[in-house]
């Protein structure tokens, strides 16, 4: 199956502070990416849809101010969780689509503790 | 509003046995189906897709789609300790997301 990267694998940071996290798609084009948000024992939760040069598409009640997401290439988005606060740790996870059948192929995520 | 509904479970299974787990969808205009298996603390990976009415095999597993009852279900034969893990049904229409059921939770007894 396709492969999708994401980088940092888990992250501390303190109130107030931005947080940048990468996810890749190492042997596909991926002309969508989605982000996820789970907290524990639940269900993955969609935040935003990019497709590659242009805005994403936040989900309701999404803050896309807070949660600003950036598709600059076929390969690469980006996820930066601004002026974090401890109710946004969660586990965040990007998935890839364009693959074969169009399915999604999931990055390992990303473990966000905010301090 | 689009559901995918499932069975939290948890559902247990000797090793060995058949475990069988279910889901359901809302939206008639559904037009592919996945299984992901996702470990605790672990993010999803994907076990098959399927498209047509009737069974898709890979494996051990095998995906069966209904869409005239909106039902999908997905049978693991010969279960193994390794399998226990939490699986999502995810189902999508004609757009780019996937809408993903909460999960059934297996548990598979040595």
């Known amino acids: 199956g396709a492969v999708v990267s994401q980088h940092p694998s888990w992250v501390i940071c303190k109130s107030g502070t931005s947080v940048k996290i990468e996810c890749r798609s190492l042997?596909?084009?991926?002309?969508?990416m989605f982000w996820y948000r789970q907290f524990p024992k639940q269900s993955l939760m969609l935040m935003a849809t990019?497709?590659?040069?242009?805005?994403?598409?936040?989900e309701q009640g999404v803050e896309k101010d807070k949660f600003l997401i950036n598709h600059a290439s076929l390969t690469l988005s980006t996820l930066t969780v601004t002026s974090a606060h401890p109710e946004d740790s969660s586990f965040y996870i990007c998935?890839?689509?364009?693959?074969?059948?169009?399915?999604?192929?999931f990055g390992p995520g990303t473990r966000l503790t905010v301090l | 509003q689009k559901e995918v509904e499932q069975n939290s479970g948890p559902l247990s299974v000797p090793e060995g046995a058949i475990a069988s787990l279910n889901c359901t969808y809302s939206?008639?205009?559904?037009?592919?189906f996945f299984w992901y298996r996702q470990y605790s603390g672990k993010s999803p990976e994907l076990i098959m897709f399927?498209?047509?009415?009737g069974d898709k095999e890979d494996g051990r597993f095998t995906a069966q789609l209904n869409k005239a009852s909106q039902y999908v279900s997905l049978l693991i034969r010969d279960s193994q300790p390794s399998d226990s893990a939490t699986y999502l049904c995810?189902?999508?229409?004609?757009?780019?997301?996937?809408?993903f059921g909460k999960g059934t939770s297996l548990l598979v007894t040595p």
């Open positions: 998935s890839g689509g364009g693959g074969v059948g169009d399915t999604q192929y």
């Open positions: 042997d596909f084009q991926a002309t969508t």
């Open positions: 990019s497709n590659e040069g242009s805005k994403a598409t936040y």
């Open positions: 939206d008639r205009g559904s037009q592919s």
């Open positions: 399927i498209y047509s009415n």
């Open positions: 995810a189902v999508k229409d004609s757009g780019y997301a996937l809408n």
